[in-house]
């Protein structure tokens, strides 16, 4: 939305409402959740190379694996759980940047096990293009939009910025703009690429704006005059107005000042959650992974805080990633990417048969187990793997608690407003599969989500023929249409990227 539009449609506004030159400073300053339903955050944050699958994800409540149901079935709904190693920040808390929590955030999130990213027929860079698009790639770049600007266009939301892009990158990180170090793209099926520079990220977002100082600014101070203490201005001025004039203006006139008064108490409580919004301190951009990670988390958080935008989304490194996680220990030696081509080069080499029971077409008559601990041993340099996937969890889990710990509506966070969706380009690192892609949602988005459940959906896994997956399996798809459906934006066609991966929304996860 270009600013004519904007000022265009805020004249609109205030003539709509009759508003007059004592009430026009004081109606420019109103906050854009002040006088309506409480707004909604999407917030896409994507992190490389797969997982560890046998400790991503999470149990029953006693530590048993939930196995995949059998295909055609609904998906098996876990509502108490305990998480695997790596997503244990997510209930334990931990330390980033020398700030510690331990928040438990379990009751705010959906752990999602066993959605196929279907239109990833490739790579690395197949899962890159596809993820959230949900174009089909063989490691071409995508042509169509990405969820979050088919969801920033739909939802004209008026904010300073229709959507926001920031990237956490490592020195060593590639810096061409092709298919494996983009996410993203607009309505044309171009590359968006994302601010990678905390110091730019600060500047573009918030300009040169300081920390307030004490005392009222104009537009409160304007207020204070408008509704004041008692009658205040508006009020005194309506009131003496009411004898001059007829019954029916009469009575228009109260309506507008109740409608006044009812707006009084809508800033009151908007005060509340505005004052979150302090513009970060000035940002120096670091060569150090770790720290230009929390800054662009922390700039990030106060820019939904200051509600700047109403999606956003966060990108850790490449999907080739060439960060040496040095800080986690002296084992780590070598790149994430490198590390995790130490694994199975199948999921179907780690599936096996429980209990070697076959039906009469030679099929396993029992749902494998792929987090068996007992897989663990294909797994090659384990530690420096897991290590990594478990600082990135942390990482994740910091923005949630931060969001979090800001004032939302009703009572409740800005975290409860918004939809934080962590995805992967690939399942496993060493199989390049996307069978069963990691993905995970932390927040409520306004109630419209059922959170605090692990959600299990039927996966083929014993032919490994990928046709056969692509129909038995749940494609990610569908996730991308409900993040479309909670943000009150659902494509008029049902669908979105390719048309036969789509069913539809994941009702298991959405209140009525």
Known sequence: MNKRKIQLERRHFLQMVGASAITYPFLRGVPSYAAGTP????????????CVRPYWGATDATGKDVLPPPAGSAPTLTPTFTFRDTLKPFASGGTVGGVAWTTNLQSKVIVLDGLNNKAAQGSHEAGMASLWTGQISTGAAATSISIDQQIA???????PFPSIQLMV???ADFTDREVKTRMLYNAAGVYIDPVDNPTAARQQLFGNAAT???????TTFIRQQLFGSGAGQLNSELSALMPKVCNDDRATLQALQDGWNNLDTQLKAAATATQNCTPPAAVTASTDFPTNAKLQMDILALALACDLTRVASLQFSTSTSQVTHTWLGSNQMDTHHNYSHNGPTSLYSISGCPGNVYNNMGQCASSPDIYSASNTNLYQNLAQQKAIDAWYATQVAYFAQKL??????AGGTLLDQSVICWGNELDMGAAHNHDDTPFML???ANGKLKTGQMVTFPLDLTDGDAKVAATKDRSHNDLLLTLAQVMGTPPSTGKFGEPTFCTGPITQILNP
């Open 404 to 409: 979090n710990g800001l004032t939302g509506a």
């Open 39 to 50: 707004a909604t955050y999407l917030i896409l944050v994507f992190t490389p190379c797969g």
């Open 212 to 218: 307030q100082t004490a005392g009222p600014d104009k």
């Open 442 to 444: 932390i927040g409520g």
């Open 169 to 171: 990158r490592s020195p």
């Open 153 to 159: 266009a739909q939802l004209k939301a008026g904010t």
